[in-house]
């Protein structure tokens, strides 16, 4: 199994739009609708932010969306806040309750 | 609530061995697949295992197979990582995982527990 793929780091200014891809293939990203992104602050456990593509789990601000076509999954985060600024990473169901993982994304904001 | 607690993260020799446990609270432990997930200092998140609400299927990532071995007791609500052979590039934080739904996207964690493999 490898990685999903995503940009190392994104940024932008407090109130702009950031979207990060999360590239799988069919036997993953492209097979399920499980889908999921977490935000990671330092020496924190990861927070559930998305899952199944687009679902957000309560007490999860609406800025927060995920979407998905084919092989590519993606988090968009509108409205940037300072508290936004954390690693996120994707993962997505794999089969046989296994999963994989995206390579993380380091979210600035400037 | 869902919980998960884990427990008996160590320094350890290379080579040596280490049980890992997951106490799950708030929920139907027993309908659940659970799953550990591992995270070396710096690094990203890596799935490690995963077992079957029964126990009898389990699944390991290439390079813990044949040293790592899942299991849990529905008895008592709690999943095991038994690891052996343990190298250096084993050193992690070691989190138990639980689907949101059966089966589905990964939604709830532990606190994680520290692994350190070193002479």
């Known amino acids: 199994q490898s990685a999903l793929t995503q940009p190392r780091s994104v940024s932008g200014s407090p109130g702009q739009s950031v979207t990060i891809s999360c590239t799988g293939t069919?036997?993953?990203?492209?097979?399920?609708?499980?889908v999921s992104w977490y935000q990671q602050h330092p020496d924190k456990a990861p927070q559930l932010t998305i899952y199944d593509v687009s679902k957000r789990p309560s007490g999860v601000p609406d800025r927060f969306s995920g979407s998905k076509s084919d092989n590519t999954a993606s988090l968009t985060i509108s409205g940037l806040q300072a508290e936004d600024e954390a690693d996120y990473y994707c993962?997505?169901?794999?089969?046989?309750?296994?999963?994989?993982f995206g390579t993380g994304t380091k979210v600035t904001v400037l | 609530e869902v919980q998960l607690l884990e427990s008996g993260g160590a320094l350890v020799q290379p080579g040596g061995s280490l049980r890992l446990s997951c106490a799950a609270s708030g929920f139907t432990f027993s309908s659940y697949a659970m799953s550990w997930v591992r995270q070396a200092p710096g690094k990203g998140l890596e799935w490690v295992s995963a077992i079957s609400s029964s126990g009898v299927n389990t699944y390991y990532t290439d390079s813990v197979k044949g040293r790592f071995t899942i299991s849990r007791d529905n008895s008592k609500n709690t999943l095991y990582l038994q690891m052996n052979s343990l190298r250096t590039e084993d050193t992690a934080v070691y989190y138990c995982a639980k689907p949101v739904f059966q089966p589905g996207s990964i939604g709830y964690w532990g606190q994680g527990t520290l692994v350190s493999v070193s002479s």
């Open positions: 993962c997505s169901y794999a089969g046989n309750y296994t999963y994989v």
């Open positions: 069919s036997s993953d990203v492209g097979g399920y609708n499980y």
